[in-house]
């Protein structure tokens, strides 16, 4: 079955950078979408990024600029790099393979999640 595993995460400061990583297994990773996911305490999960197979890319307005999603088809991974971290990116971040209709993402397997924090 598909198996997605976050790492990354961590305690930084407000300004700093992380890369997080989503490694996959039990499917042809390059023939997916994926996407990446963040719930901050007592708010919805929400997308911040995706990427398609073919490699094109879209992001939430509340994180362009900053956050850039990439994917290494020979690794099996998808990345998130995301830079001028804010105390607002606090979040556990998920990655999961999305099914694109139209102008909707929809989720479909997820990873566990890794946890970010910034501090102010």
């Known amino acids: 079955q598909v198996q997605l595993v976050e790492s990354g995460g961590g305690l930084v400061q407000t300004g700093g950078s992380l890369r997080l990583s989503c490694a996959a297994s039990?499917?042809?990773?390059?023939?997916?979408?994926m996407g990446w996911y963040r719930q901050a305490p007592g708010k919805q999960r929400e997308l911040v990024a995706s990427?398609?197979?073919?490699?094109?890319?879209n992001y939430a307005d509340s994180v362009k600029g900053r956050f850039t999603i990439s994917r290494d088809n020979a690794k099996k991974t998808v990345y998130l790099h995301i830079d001028s971290l804010k105390p607002t990116d606090t979040a556990v971040y998920y990655c999961?393979?999305?099914?694109?209709?139209?102008?909707?993402?929809?989720?479909?397997?997820w990873g566990q999640g890794t946890q970010v924090t910034v501090s102010s």
């Open positions: 999961a393979t999305v099914v694109l209709i139209g102008s909707d993402t929809r989720p479909n397997s």
């Open positions: 039990g499917m042809i990773f390059s023939l997916h979408a």
């Open positions: 990427i398609t197979s073919g490699g094109s890319t």
